[in-house]
């Protein structure tokens, strides 16, 4: 099974930067993908970035450039900087954890469905202002 906790949320003014951390408390599948995913109130959570166990990344489009996934394998720990933020970033942001049905060359953005998702953080507000 797999435990995760993420942290790093803030409010910050558009342009602004943040990092956001997930750490990983149990172990993770080589099988498993990680990724970032957000929702609004009122809205259907979406997904942000995945990255398979290999490292390929797929990102929404909204993000691509701005955002950068990473991880620390010796701190068990996932990552995502945020960069060149907006108002439309505003969003509770939770990481996560799927087992892999098949590799992204295969489904590709799929994975950004939140409905294909195992095990979720309890998320992390970010608040964007003009």
């Known amino acids: 099974q797999v435990s995760l906790m993420e942290s790093g949320g803030g409010s910050v003014q558009a342009g602004g930067s943040l990092r956001l951390s997930c750490a990983v408390s149990a172990y993770t599948s080589d099988t498993f993908y990680m990724g970032w995913f957000r929702q609004t109130p009122g809205n259907k959570r979406e997904g942000v970035v995945v990255?398979?166990?290999?490292?390929?990344?797929i990102y929404e489009e909204s993000v691509k450039g701005r955002f950068t996934i990473s991880t620390d394998h010796a701190k068990n720990t996932l990552y995502l900087q945020m960069n060149n933020l907006a108002p439309e970033d505003t969003a509770m942001y939770y990481c996560?954890?799927?087992?892999?049905?098949?590799?992204?060359?295969?489904?590709?953005?799929?994975?950004?469905?939140?409905?294909?998702?195992?095990?979720w953080g309890q998320g992390t507000q970010v608040t964007v202002s003009s």
């Open positions: 990255m398979d166990p290999q490292g390929s990344t």
């Open positions: 996560a954890a799927g087992d892999m049905g098949a590799p992204f060359r295969i489904l590709g953005r799929a994975y950004l469905d939140p409905s294909l998702v195992d095990y």
